[in-house]
């Protein structure tokens, strides 16, 4: 088992959509969640990072942690053509060594 | 600009034909590290630095080697590539200082590497 599950989509939604994207992870010492966004070719850069649980928001994303569950999620509001990337999530614990997800797939029609 | 550099950004080459991909970074950043990345895999840590002179194994070192020999400079060496290492491959960096900072990896551009 993978220790960060990331449904791979692709996801498709038209422009001016929520978007909900997920990931679950196995390791109860992860502390630093983050959400990197790629697009094609390029390399990530990060969207967004949270310590420990709870929400934080930026603009039209909100990220969300639930360690009780081990589930965390990035919201996207009002989306639009350019959000179209693959969204990866990314987690650490207390050492340097990231764990990425495989990546989703988001594609916002216009 | 601040940036990570990699070169080439794409690679054919053949089994067994020793190849050197280079990275730069212009942040001053002490930790750096290699990832390759392949569908349904997502990234996956090849080596790592965190100073001059100190690297360490990541999750899928065989048949890899790097070196630090400057701070700015992490190359991704591969003695005798195989087929099994065609894949994507992404240098990165980032600094060793404030929680925040410690979080703000910087990527390259990607070196796209196939190996007949």
């Known amino acids: 088992q993978k220790e960060v599950e990331q449904d791979p989509g692709p996801l498709s939604v038209p422009e001016g959509a929520i978007v909900s994207l997920n990931c679950t992870y196995s390791?109860?010492?992860?502390?630093?969640f983050m959400w990197y966004r790629q697009y094609s070719r390029k390399g990530p850069e990060l969207l967004m990072y949270t310590y420990s649980s709870g929400n934080k928001e930026d603009g039209r994303f909100t990220a969300q942690v639930d360690k009780s569950s081990k589930y965390i999620s990035l919201f996207i509001r009002d989306s639009q053509p350019s959000d179209s990337a693959t969204y990866l999530c990314a987690m650490r614990d207390s050492s340097y060594k990231l764990i990425f997800g495989s990546g989703t797939r988001l594609l916002v029609r216009p | 600009e601040a940036q990570v550099t990699q070169n080439p950004r794409y690679l054919i080459t053949v089994t067994g034909k020793k190849l050197t991909v280079t990275c730069s970074q212009n942040m001053n950043h002490e930790y750096m590290s290699w990832y390759r990345q392949d569908p349904g895999l997502g990234l996956r840590q090849i080596y790592y630095s965190m100073n001059v002179e100190v690297t360490d194994k990541g999750d899928v070192p065989e048949g890899y080697k790097v070196s630090r020999k400057e701070k700015r400079n992490f190359p991704l060496i591969l003695e005798s590539p195989s087929p099994n290492q065609t894949s994507l491959y992404f240098c990165?960096?980032?600094?060793?200082?404030?929680?925040?900072?410690?979080?703000?990896?910087?990527f390259g551009p990607g070196t796209r590497l196939t190996v007949t």
């Open positions: 990165a960096s980032r600094p060793m200082g404030t929680e925040r900072e410690n979080h703000e990896q910087y």
């Open positions: 390791n109860s010492a992860f502390q630093y």
